[in-house]
């Protein structure tokens, strides 16, 4: 009988565990947003994240050994970044015209044309990417050391590395200087000084901030929006002091977030098939404003600012073979976090498209 209590408690666990996370589901709910378009494009390769060029009306979806390009309004394919090596993520400096990719080597490319410029030698394992206007740099994010590799966005010469101490997941610009990178196995944001390349600070999230894989900022108001996967939900901080101001409610799986000037929202995209609307009615007021219905599996996100239209992308599973344990570990998930279960459906890749 000893022997049968931990036997039988370690039995129950599975089931506990998912009664505690079907009571944690988020419902949808009624508001301004919907999916107005979901546009099936199909095409083989797994995928992360999407990048949407508002000004080039472009949007870059890497698909494991190359970006696929679209036209931002009609959503047909314009053009391929071949011969990109388990690519993750996208960016484009404006000023500059050029794109870079996560990717080992690192490509850079014309965003008028499509053609590569030249490719840049990394370490590390390349995941997020995020551009600075006011550096004028490009951001490589590395689970492994070196955390961030900082490359010149005119010439694509590596400037540095820096290193703050975990994993970096996704990261974003004041546009006066300052970086802000969650750091996911640190439950922590680290505040970066762009002109040193040196991390100046680290804003702790406390016992609630679990796994923060999800970031925006309102540069104006100085406020950051974390969000978190073991707790799902967001943080919200003060950008230069690092208080806490708000916790809030989000769907499950976060991978991406972004924050719109224009409407004063914040938005997180969710594996569970949630994207999390939150409305800063001023710079210490913030509510959750909608949970919209979005698919399973779309947990990135991109913001096109010219429409203030939402890009999500995921792709159809197929039911997860058992037992998992008898499965690879990166079974179904082939160049990056795309979903998760069973293999991908093939040519089932969907665009979503969430407006008013």
């Known amino acids: 009988m000893r022997r049968q209590i931990p036997f039988l408690l370690a039995a129950m ?23 107005i378009k979901s546009e099936k494009v199909g095409g083989a390769g797994g995928f992360d994240y999407v990048y949407a060029d508002s000004a080039g009306r472009k949007l870059y979806i890497p698909r494991s050994n190359r970006v696929e390009v679209y036209d931002l309004d009609t959503l047909k394919n314009v053009g391929t970044i071949a011969d990109a090596n388990n690519v993750h993520g ?15 080597p690192v490509v850079m490319w014309d965003t008028s044309t499509l053609k590569p410029i030249k490719t840049i030698d ?12 006011s550096s004028g740099s490009i951001y490589v994010l590395s689970h492994s050391t070196p955390n961030v590799t900082v490359i010149d966005a005119k010439d694509g010469t590596v400037k540095g590395t820096i290193d703050i101490g975990g994993a970096p997941e996704q990261g974003v610009a004041d546009g006066a200087g300052h970086l802000y990178i969650c750091i996911e196995n640190g439950a ?13 600070g680290k804003y702790e999230l406390g016992e609630n901030g679990g796994g923060p894989a999800g970031l925006s900022i309102d540069p104006k108001n100085r406020v950051l929006f974390a969000y978190c996967r073991e707790h799902q939900n967001c943080i919200v901080l003060n ?19 972004q924050f719109n000037p224009q409407t004063m929202e914040s ?39 010219r429409t203030n239209d939402i890009f999500l992308i ?17 079974a179904g998930r082939r160049g990056g976090r795309g979903g998760r279960g069973g293999a991908m459906v093939p040519d089932s890749f969907t665009i979503l498209v969430v407006g008013k």
């Open 13 to 35: 666990m599975p089931f506990a565990c998912a009664a505690a996370l079907r009571a944690q589901a988020v419902t949808p709910t009624e508001g301004p947003y919907k999916v």
């Open 90 to 104: 996208a960016a484009v400096d404006t000023a500059s015209g050029h794109g870079f990719c996560s990717s080992r």
């Open 122 to 133: 990394v370490q590390g394992n390349p995941d997020g990417i995020f551009a600075d206007a």
């Open 188 to 200: 922590a944001i680290a505040v970066i000084d762009a002109k040193a390349m040196k991390m100046t």
């Open 239 to 257: 950008a230069d002091t690092g208080k806490i101001l708000k916790t809030l409610p989000t769907g499950s799986g976060v991978d991406s977030a």
């Open 267 to 305: 938005f997180s995209s969710h594996g569970d098939g949630i994207l999390t609307v939150i409305k800063e009615n001023s710079p210490t007021d913030f509510a959750v404003e909608q949970q919209v219905q979005t698919k399973q599996g779309a947990k990135t996100c991109t913001l096109d600012t």
């Open 314 to 330: 995921t792709a159809e599973r197929a039911p997860a073979r058992a037992p998992a344990a008898a499965q690879p570990p990166n």
